[in-house]
């Protein structure tokens, strides 16, 4: 029997001890239903800031790059990696922060632990909303706990807590910042296809391969902000990198700034299984013409049209099923931030309580989802019964969120307010029989489902997607 065969039965009593113990403390509370938030008002004033989250480098400490095998440990820096933050309103005392770093992720917790010190800040005035993207770089310091030394498998907690107050103390500088360098101008909605901007090993039929972006132009000539969006992952450096980056998104960033004088807000789509072009054999400089392909499409966009200065937006938590043993048992060595509740259908017993939220700006639709979603499941071209890795067919599948609100050009932010996992359609989930959520299997074609691995189980599309009607429903 392979050792670690014996391993995972370990962790499966383990964690399935643990939801039993969760569930004799009783039903998990009921979540209220949020109300919508509207701003609006005669003209959008915007305002951005930016600042760097390095490591301190001084103190000869151990940092583990985050986004491939864990016990990764620094050795050096390819660019620096950044923090920046817009405040939106419409001209009234009402307005959003809206934060974006060069990190893998952060969890619910440490998103609300940000929140509430933003909104007790003494200089930010009428903040009514606060979201926390990330550009998800795999050469990242890790701010989740996944990628620190491992043993059997299994990686001891990689945060360094210094780092993780520094780029908590720097969300709020910037948000403040941002929000001090507020001023009126007009929002442009503009978005292009980028042929062949996308690689994936999962034989999807449709990649999404849209760049959308948010061009701010303000009245008094000052550098225009631009809030930008693609599916891409941000991991070329690979396996092997023990280099610092913010990958493709800080050349990209560079770029558009020393073309145009604009600064750039970016964030990931839906980025499950969704690399970004294979450009170059060499790791480095594949990422640096990533960013200088996603710059080129950005500045080459055209037919734009202004949006209303009118915010609606509506926050919801809700319970996420967690069957993931592994990443339970991560969660009970404290290796990560988490709250478990009980849960009767999960594998494991427990719920984790995870948000989404719903806006418009303007006409335009966006939605901030938890975890990295397959393109599939925002945007529909599920893999046909007879491709698909179980033998069924799309119909197994939630309705994909484009469908739920309407909109097939939604832009959706992946890994925002609450980094889950990935979500993977039914109809193409499957894991290892002896090692579920340890190791990754192949397919029937030949393709390794390790997301699967990553993924709080097979039920997550459907939490979101029933979170994301109702939601609907009530906007």
Known sequence: MDPLDIVMKGIIGITRNYGKKVQKSGPAPEIKKAEPVQISGEKFRIGFSEDKIMPDLTKGKTYWIAGHGSGHKMEGVLSDVFISSVWIDCGNDEGIIWITADIIGLTRIEVNKIREMILASGVIKGCVGVNISVTHSHSGIDTLGYWGKPFLSIPSDGKDPEYMDMLMKKAVSVSEQAYLNRRPGVLYDGRIEVPGGLFTKRGFSDKHEILSRLRFSPDDGSPEIWLMNFGAHPNSLGGGNRMLSGEYPYFMREKIREDTGSAVHFGIGAIGAMDGAELDEDPVECVKKQGFMYADAAEKISGE????????????????????????????????????????????????????????????????????????????????????????????????LCEICGDPGIIAYGNTNDMTGYVVPPNDFILNKTQPFLNGVKDKNGLNHYHETNSMGINSQKAIADNFRDMVSRF
């Not at 901030?368 to 599920?382: A, M, N």
């Not at 007879?386 to 309705?399: A, D, K, V």
């Open 305 to 400: 049209h202004p949006l209303e200065p009118c915010i609606r937006f509506i926050t919801q938590p809700f319970y996420y099923p967690v069957d993931n043993y592994v990443l339970t048992l991560l969660a009970l060595k404290h290796t990560m931030s988490f709250k478990a509740y009980p849960c009767k259908e999960s594998l494991t017993g427990i719920a984790m309580e995870s948000e989404m939220t719903y806006m418009t700006i303007g006409d335009r639709k966006f939605v901030f989802l938890p975890g990295e979603s397959f393109v599939s499941t925002v945007y529909g071209s599920y893999i046909p019964k007879e491709l698909s890795t179980t033998g069924e067919g799309p119909e197994i599948n939630p309705e994909p």
